[in-house]
């Protein structure tokens, strides 16, 4: 399988990609791990809400209304994981796909869908330590939705100190999105046969790209929380 070879031998799954760049069975393995951790992180999430300042103004009926709705929709959300990888992964391949004919060379699209949808099982495996932090502390210890990446960058700050934007960009960093971009970046090298520096170029900036997006949207999502 792609997803788990690309972890100890990606030279050898460079290869195998550009002659093979099918990767239903290593969506489908992806998917269930996904599916399994979020369901595993169901009762941080309740934590974390129950915790939230803005349920301390709410009456104990309404309190029961939240909880009541929230054990509704905490299923569905699981469930979309698979869903939120496929789109992740065809974003993530599509800018990848423009900044390879900005430079004038040519590549399969599936050929770098292939590749982003088998490495982001580097990203899991961040999520896998995340959980097992959780686990190992007792979930009690997560207060807001800011300590839910225990292994990044944002540990060595606080969000008073930096921002909530800041933060959130930070919380993204870690050994993993580092590993991930790498991978990423020596397989756009090879696939397309193009230097390793025009690959980094097109990799940083598609992630950065990505990235910016994901941090605006969590920090939006975050204001209206507190001022709902």
């Not at 760049?21 to 791990?33: A, E, M, R």
């Not at 997560?142 to 100190?161: A, E, R």
């Not at 990505?210 to 709902?228: K, P």
């Given at each position: 399988m792609k997803s788990l070879k690309v972890l100890y031998n990606p030279?050898?799954?460079?290869?195998?990609?550009?002659?093979?760049?099918?990767?239903?069975?290593?969506?489908?393995?992806?998917?269930?791990?996904?599916?399994?951790?979020?369901?595993l992180m169901i009762p941080i999430n309740e934590q974390i809400l129950q915790n939230h300042e803005i349920m301390k103004s709410f009456s104990s009926v309404q309190i029961d209304m939240i909880n009541s709705m929230q054990k509704k929709i905490k299923y569905l959300a699981t469930i979309s994981e698979p869903i939120s990888l496929l789109i992740r992964s065809l974003c993530f391949s599509s800018l990848l796909y423009i900044g390879v004919l900005l430079f004038k060379y040519k590549v399969k699209f599936g050929e770098l869908f292939c590749l982003?949808?088998?490495?982001?099982?580097?990203?899991?495996?961040?999520?896998?330590?995340?959980?097992?932090?959780?686990?190992?502390?007792?979930?009690?210890?997560?207060?807001?939705?800011?300590?839910?990446?225990?292994?990044?960058?944002?540990?060595?700050?606080?969000?008073?100190?930096?921002?909530?934007?800041?933060?959130?960009?930070?919380?993204?960093?870690?050994?993993?999105q580092v590993w991930f971009i790498i991978i990423i970046i020596y397989g756009v090298a090879n696939i397309v046969k193009i230097t390793k520096k025009k690959a980094s170029i097109i990799v940083i900036s598609s992630w950065i790209i990505?990235?910016?997006?994901?941090?605006?949207?969590?920090?939006?999502?975050?204001?209206?929380?507190?001022?709902?």
């Open positions: 030279q050898n799954v460079y290869e195998e990609i550009s002659v093979n760049n099918s990767w239903g069975l290593d969506y489908i393995f992806l998917s269930l791990l996904l599916v399994s951790i979020a369901i982003v949808v088998i490495s982001y099982s580097i990203v899991i495996l961040s999520k896998v330590v995340n959980l097992i932090i959780f686990y190992f502390k007792g979930y009690e210890s997560v207060v807001s939705m800011f300590d839910v990446n225990p292994i990044s960058l944002s540990t060595f700050f606080s969000v008073n100190g930096i921002g909530v934007p800041l933060y959130n960009f930070f919380s993204v960093i870690n050994v993993f990505i990235t910016l997006f994901n941090v605006f949207r969590a920090t939006t999502s975050y204001d209206l929380m507190q001022h709902s």
